[in-house]
DNA sequence: CTGGTCCGTTTTGTGCACAATCCGCGGCGT
DNA sequence: ACGCCGCGGATTGTGCACAAAACGGACCAG
C-alpha cells in the first residue's frame, strides 16, 4: 500500500486538517533549500494551489510566512520569487551563524565528558546518514543532512529559541551557497562534521570550536561571494580575451 | 500644528497605501513593547480594523506577521493574544540576547578609537533623550528607548541580519519583562547606558563587553523567573504560613 | 450550591467573485 | 532599426458573504 495518494480528488483529505499549512511550509522550504527551486524561481500562487490541492489563500498565507523568514521575496502586484540572496546579505547570514553556533558550540563543551549516550547516539547515526548519501552520491540528501547536523547540535545546547532562529540561518545559507556556488569546488561537509564530533567527544577543549569555526569559515569560502549581482556583470571583462 | 490626526473618517488616506500594514505592524508592536497592551489581551479582529480603519483581512495578515515573531499567540478558532512567554523561553531570550550582543560589542571594540564622529553623535545624542525621559518619569518612553539603543548599537555593528534578529529578541524582551517584572526593583538602565559608552569610547578592551554582559544580567536578574505560570500557582505555598 | 447541558450571540475561518495591476506583444511613428 | 504607446491575457490583491466554532448565560438536575 502507497503511503499518500496524490490526486486531485482527495483534495478533501490532503488539503485540509491543522497542519496543512505547516506541511506546506516544510515541502517548499525542503524544495528550496534542496535547490530543486533554485533562486529567483517564480512562485505563482495558482500553480502551487493545484500541485498542493488547497485553495489559493491558503497558499497566499504560506507564502506570507516564507517571505517572513526571508526565504521568498514577495513583489507587490508581481507575485512570489524564492529569494536570491545579495552576496552582503550571504556574508551576513554566515556571521551571523558563526556568532549563533560559536554559543552552541561553547555549550557543548561545557558538557562534562563523557557526552550522554542519547547524544552521542544520536550524533553518530547522523554522522552514518551523512557518510552514506555521500557514498551514494546523493547531493540533495547530503544538504539537507548538513543542516540538520548543525540543527541538531543546536537542539542539544538546549535553548530552542537560538535553535529556531538558526534553523532560519541555515535555510538561508543554502539559498545563499544556490546563488553563490563555484562551479568547482566541494569539499563534502561529512568528513569535517565527523572530525567536529570527534573533537567534541574526546578532544582536547576548544579544539571542537576551532573546528566547527573552519567549518563555517569553509562552506563560506567556497562561495564566489564577488561575483556581480545578475543584470550587472561588465560586459567588457567577460568578452575581452575572446575573438 | 499635531503630526497626525487621528479620525475614522480619514480611514480611506489612514488605511490605504503601500506601507498601511506595516504601521498597523509597528503601531501595535511598539504598544506591546511599551505594555499598553500586556501580555494575555485579546486582540480582536473587528475592534483593531475599526481601530486603524482598515478592513478585518488586513488585521488578520497583520496578526499573522505579529505571530511569526513570536509576539502575539494565534489560538485557533480563537482568536490572537499578546503573547505570554514562559519563564523558560524568557530565560531563553535573554541567553540569545547576550549571545548576539556580544558578538555586536565585540565587533564595536574592534573599531579603533576614536569612535567615528556620526557614531559618537548618535550615541550621545540618544543618552541624552533616554536621561530626559527619565528625569520626567515618562516609563513608557524609557521603556522604548532602552530598546532602541541596543539596536542602534547593533546597527553600529554593521550587520543588518543580525540587527533584525535582536529587534525581534528585544521585543521578546519587553513581553518577558512585563509579564514577570517584580512589583518592587528597577534601576534605571538611562545611566548604565552612558557607563557603556563612555567604556566604550576610551575604556579599557574588554570593559565594554564587561559591561554589556552585566547589563543585560542585571536586567534579567530583576525578573521573577521562579514564579508559576499562571493558573498553576501551588496554593498550598501560597497559603502556607496564614491562619 | 455545584456541575452539566443547551442555545444565542459573537468571533474567527474560508471560498469566491471582482477589481487592480502587470507582462508580452504588436503596431506605429520617427 | 529603435523606441514609444496601447491592448489582451494572465496574475495578484481585496472585500464580502457565508460557514464553523467558541464563549457566556440560562436553565435544570442532583
Given amino acids: 500500500m502507497m ?3 496524490l490526486s486531485a480528488s482527495r483534495r478533501a483529505v490532503r488539503g485540509r486538517g491543522e497542519g496543512a499549512e505547516a506541511r506546506i511550509v516544510r515541502s ?3 524544495a528550496i533549500a534542496d535547490r530543486r527551486l533554485p533562486p529567483g524561481t517564480k512562485l505563482a500562487e495558482e500553480s ?4 498542493f490541492g488547497v485553495s489559493r489563500e491558503r497558499v497566499r498565507k504560506v507564502l506570507l510566512l516564507l517571505a517572513q523568514r526571508r526565504v521568498v521575496t514577495l513583489i507587490p502586484n508581481r507575485g512570489a520569487f524564492v529569494a536570491k540572496p545579495t552576496a552582503r546579505e ?3 547570514v554566515f556571521e551571523a551563524r558563526q556568532v549563533i553556533e560559536r554559543a552552541v558550540v561553547e555549550a557543548l563543551e561545557r558538557i562534562r565528558r563523557p557526552l550522554p549516550d542519547e547524544m552521542s547516539a544520536k550524533l553518530r547515526a547522523h554522522l552514518a546518514r551523512e557518510e ?10 547530503l544538504i539537507r543532512l548538513s543542516g540538520q547536523f548543525h540543527l541538531l ?6 535553548n530552542a529559541t537560538l535553535a529556531g532562529i538558526l534553523a532560519d540561518l541555515i535555510d538561508r545559507s543554502s539559498l545563499a551557497i544556490a546563488a553563490f556556488e563555484r562551479r568547482s569546488s566541494h569539499s ?5 562534521h565527523r572530525r567536529f564530533v570527534e573533537a567534541l567527544e574526546s578532544g582536547p577543549p576548544g579544539e571542537a570550536l576551532r573546528l566547527m569555526m573552519e567549518h563555517l569559515d569553509g562552506v563560506e569560502r567556497q562561495l564566489d561571494l564577488d561575483a556581480r549581482p545578475d543584470g550587472a556583470v561588465d560586459l567588457k571583462s567577460v568578452f575581452a580575451d575572446r575573438t
Fill in 3 to 5: 503511503k499518500t495518494v
Fill in 28 to 30: 517548499i522550504g525542503e
Fill in 48 to 51: 502551487l494551489a493545484e500541485v
Fill in 90 to 92: 550571504a556574508r551576513e
Fill in 132 to 141: 552514506e548519501a555521500d557514498r551514494a552520491g546523493d547531493r540533495m540528501a
Fill in 153 to 158: 547540535l543546536a537542539d542539544f545546547a538546549g
Fill in 188 to 192: 563534502c561537509s561529512a568528513t569535517e
